[in-house]
């Protein structure tokens, strides 16, 4: 690898983090460019998770910042994923590379329909903390984000606005310790198999950390549309490369 790797990785990253804070989706573009500057899936993967555990890192300790938190309900949630998470990521360090690509590319056409899917953009306000169905529900979302982690976002998303009945403000809070806490155990999982490269992960983390700050220091309000045009036509081209690679 040349020097030129490790800059298009920072930019990339830089890209993905502000991403993840506009719409989400930003481990579709980290996952399969590790993949493509030569990486084996399996180590794309857990390299991957690298990243996703620094942003989610500085996010919790923004909204700390902010004096909007609440650990011992985000606990509780993020304990939910946890069994799911760890079983994902067993079976993510086991699946050969050829399916593993398959699988990403058809995640990640499932992240383009997310993108053009109507999000929930009101405010329900209510002292709910969800039933059984989230926590189930919460299982399954960790073995997922404990497998591939592109997208979870969305998903959280919708199961803690639809089941736990949340305002986004404090969707957002809780997504964001819920990732931080079952990607410990998995990228535990990744290094202790010997699938992170640790210098492209800090490099990529690098990336996620700044694009993450600027989105959030922007706030940026319009063009989303235009930018889920450019991700859709992206998302598109990795997940044709993928699955005939």
């Known amino acids: 690898m040349t ?74 949630f993020a304990l939910a994923t946890l069994p799911g998470a760890i079983i994902g990521a067993i079976a993510a360090v086991q699946i050969t590379d050829y399916w593993f690509r398959k699988i990403l590319a058809v995640v990640i056409i499932f992240v383009i329909i997310s993108l053009v899917l109507p999000r929930p953009n009101h405010k329900i306000n209510k002292d709910k903390t969800g039933g059984l169905g989230l926590y189930i529900a919460l299982f399954g979302i960790g073995f997922y984000g404990g497998f591939i982690q592109a997208g979870v976002g969305f998903i959280l998303m919708a199961a803690l606005v639809y089941l736990a009945q949340l305002d986004l403000v404090r969707v957002n ?10 990607t410990i155990p998995a990228l535990a999982i990744f290094a202790f198999t010997g699938k992170v490269d640790w210098l492209l992960g800090i490099t990529l983390a690098a990336g996620n950390g700044l694009g993450g ?27 044709i490369k993928l699955f005939f690679y």
């Not at 579709?28 to 620094?54: E, H, K």
């Not at 890192?57 to 609440?70: D, L, P």
């Open 213 to 239: 700050w600027l989105a959030a220091r922007l706030a940026v309000k319009r063009g989303e549309k235009t930018i889920k045009i450019v991700l859709m036509f992206v998302f598109a081209l990795m997940a």
């Open 3 to 76: 020097e030129y790797t490790f800059i298009i990785l920072f930019l990339m990253g830089n890209i993905a983090g502000f991403v993840n804070v506009m719409a989400g989706g930003g481990s579709a573009l980290t996952l399969p460019l590790l993949i493509f500057l030569g990486l084996d899936s399996g180590i794309a993967n857990g390299t991957n998770r690298l990243a996703i555990l620094i942003q989610n890192i500085f996010a919790v300790w923004s909204f700390k910042r902010e004096q909007y938190s609440e650990f011992k309900q985000s606990t509780l």
């Open 173 to 182: 809070m809780h997504k964001v310790f819920i990732v931080l806490i079952y």
